[in-house]
């Protein structure tokens, strides 16, 4: 499985960005995916998720109401609308694909993940 991420840039607070994930060799139909983010210095921490039938999503409480993750299962591609920016929201987005199949939205601490390569988001204040 090989996810490519992009759709990062510069932006001012308060402005959009749209990331997306393609993926190929595997499909994400029938897996959960999500979006993790790290920023300089800290750990990285599971932003969204969705399931694998994309009827739940889970939100990290710091991105509740200003981001919003979506699949394309026809498309191969997943999401992540984020609005209303800010300088703290700067980090290395990752997408990933779990490896087991049919996952809930909810994080798993034991979870095993296809990881991206990341794409760099950067807001200025």
């Known amino acids: 499985v090989q996810l490519q991420a992009s759709g990062g840039g510069l932006v001012q607070a308060g402005g959009s960005l749209r990331l997306s994930c393609a993926a190929s060799?595997?499909?994400?139909?029938?897996?959960?995916v999500g979006w993790f983010r790290q920023a300089p210095g800290k750990e990285r921490e599971v932003v969204a998720r969705?399931?694998?039938?994309?009827?739940?999503?889970y939100y990290a409480d710091s991105v509740k109401g200003q981001f919003t993750i979506s699949r394309d299962n026809t498309e191969n591609t997943i999401y992540l609308e984020m609005n209303s920016l800010k300088p703290e929201d700067t980090a290395v987005y990752y997408c990933?694909?779990?490896?087991?199949?049919?996952?809930?939205?909810?994080?798993?601490?034991?979870?095993?993940?296809?990881w991206g390569q990341g794409t760099l988001v950067t807001v200025s204040s």
């Open positions: 990933a694909r779990d490896r087991g199949e049919y996952g809930g939205s909810r994080p798993s601490p034991s979870a095993d993940y296809y």
């Open positions: 060799g595997r499909t994400f139909r029938g897996y959960a």
């Open positions: 969705i399931d694998w039938g994309g009827g739940s999503t």
